[in-house]
């Protein structure tokens, strides 16, 4: 496969993952308090967002990197 039809398929998933997700999720462990040999800790839930325009912007290049592509092949 050329480079250009991969690189346009991640775009095309990755873009659809942004739609459909509209957010990286993930957990951390933070040190509440820290008494000698008494610790405490807890756990938060932090969300990174992702704008749907990032996706649409994903998924349209990657069809357009996709057409392009097969043109030329």
Request: hydrophobic share 55%; glycine share 10%; net charge positive.
């Amino acid at each position: 496969m050329r480079p250009k039809i991969i690189i346009a398929i991640i775009l095309i998933a990755l873009g659809i993952a942004a739609l459909a997700y509209q957010g990286i999720t993930y957990t951390t462990r933070e040190k509440v308090v820290d008494l000698g040999p008494i610790q405490m800790t807890a756990e938060k839930t932090k969300t990174i967002p992702l704008p749907p325009i990032l996706g649409a912007i994903a998924l349209a290049g990657g069809i357009v990197l996709l057409v392009v592509g097969r043109r030329k092949a």
